[in-house]
């Protein structure tokens, strides 16, 4: 008897330590696991229910790419959407742990992809901004912001941009900064009637915002907008109405005075309705010469697909129009290193889901690599982005395996280690209509 009394204290300290050990050891693996460190797909936030990452932003400043994510759980009876800061350290090569961003009792709506919670960085100054529940289209309301002047150490709540006192919806915007400091922002409304392409700016982090001004008071009710700035210049990419074409206003003094470019690509898309498509920009410098590229969806019959066009005058004129991807490429995103070489990402029918696929130029556009795809097989994505940092391009894109509980992924692109063939590089030919029908949305 006291042998068995003898053995069974031996088996509880075993068992004791055992837990210990695991509990030191491997407790901050699997921390650093639930975060997304040791695994490319971050699966985030995972509630009981279906949902999970609803929303994402990039944005590269100061050698880092910064993330926003928004994760919900639909399953609740008010489902509370939460708002995640991280940024993308290129010296670890590894994103940082999550800070959640306090909403103050402001939880966003729960949004979807394309019409996402935004960030914007200037040095220290961070700045969020979602659209709370209202009376608009879809339950969409006024927005919301959060300030951080830490680097996103520690928030602080920021006012309303908009000055119309609507509860109606304040939808599709984007945020971005000049290098002097000034804060851009351009969203979507009905103050004008219909809705339109709305702008404010604030020269204080967005502590203070100007007066809104209408810049088209008639736009597509639902198709994200691009802001981006080049030195002085800040430009809006956005989806015109009654013609869904794209638009490009750009303002030579830092958003003092606007200018309307035109389409950009003009494909005479008639369209009674919205497609959720936005457009993308990205610049380089050429000699003296500043040049833009964008990368534009059209749904015409006989054209549609996504098309690559560059202007060396703030978007007065275009070359004509480079397809890249096929007629059912969808949910584009264009990022560049400043000096021509450009990354162009999108998603794209491979036969059985949609993946996410990439195209490379080193020449401004002039050529490109043959698209391929950069997702997981038999994993449907949606909405990717891109960013480039120091020498590499960062993708960040949604999936799901079952189509209701999502999570994100990402790439460094180029790879740690070259392909075992390299991409083959052809010169696209110059656009010509075809007789694929567009597809759905």
């Not at 069974?8 to 330590?17: A, S």
Request: hydrophobic share 35%; aromatic share 12%; net charge negative.
């Amino acid at each position: 008897m006291d042998f068995l009394k003898l053995h069974d204290q031996r088996l509880r300290w075993i068992f004791v330590m055992l837990i210990t050990w695991m509990a030191l050891f491997l407790g901050p693996v699997l921390i650093l696991s639930l975060f997304g460190q040791l695994a490319r797909s971050s699966s985030f936030f995972h509630p009981d229910g279906p949902s999970g990452v609803v929303g994402l932003d990039l944005y590269p400043d100061s050698g880092k790419v910064h993330l926003l994510l928004a994760a919900a759980n639909r399953e609740e009876e008010l489902a509370q959407v939460k708002l995640f800061y991280r940024y993308w350290d290129p010296g670890t090569k590894s994103w940082s742990l999550p800070t959640e961003i306090p909403t103050q009792g402001q939880s966003p709506r729960v949004p979807h992809r394309g019409d996402d919670p935004q960030i914007a960085v200037h040095g220290s100054q961070v700045v969020a901004l979602w659209t709370v529940p209202g009376t608009g289209y879809m339950g969409a309301g006024p927005m919301r912001t959060a300030l951080s002047f830490d680097g996103g150490k520690s928030w602080q709540p920021g006012p309303n941009p908009s000055d119309d006192q609507s509860q109606g919806g304040h939808e599709f915007a984007d945020l971005a900064y000049d290098h002097q400091g000034r804060l851009h922002l351009a969203w979507l409304d009905s103050r004008a009637g219909k809705q339109g392409l709305i702008y404010a700016r604030s020269l204080d982090g967005g502590s203070h915002w100007e007066a809104n001004r209408i810049i088209d008071p008639e736009t597509c009710s639902c198709c994200w907008i691009r802001v981006a700035c080049w030195q002085d210049h800040v430009y809006m990419l956005y989806r015109d109405a009654p013609v869904r074409d794209m638009r490009m206003a750009w303002s030579y003094d830092g958003g003092t005075h606007w200018n309307d470019c035109g389409w950009v690509g003009h494909f005479g898309w008639e369209f009674q309705g919205c497609p959720h498509w936005g457009g993308a920009l990205a610049f380089w410098k050429q000699g003296r010469i500043n040049w833009i590229g964008a990368l534009v969806q059209t749904g015409k019959p006989g054209s549609t697909g996504i098309y690559f066009l560059s202007s060396d005058d703030h978007g007065l004129t275009w070359t004509s129009p480079v397809r890249l991807g096929d007629p059912n490429a969808r949910f584009v995103d264009l990022a560049g290193d400043g000096n021509g070489t450009l990354l162009a990402a999108w998603n794209q029918w491979d036969g059985s889901t949609y993946r996410v696929w990439i195209a490379k130029s080193s020449d401004r556009g002039v050529h490109w690599t043959e698209p391929q795809p950069i997702s997981p097989q038999g994993i449907t994505t949606t909405h990717p982005r891109v960013a480039f940092c120091q020498s590499n391009f960062l993708v960040v894109w949604t999936q799901s395996k079952d189509g209701l509980q999502w999570d994100w992924n990402w790439i460094s692109w180029p790879p740690p280690k070259p392909p075992s063939e390299a991409l083959g590089v052809f010169h696209r030919k110059p656009f010509q209509p075809n007789k694929e029908n567009p597809p759905g949305t």
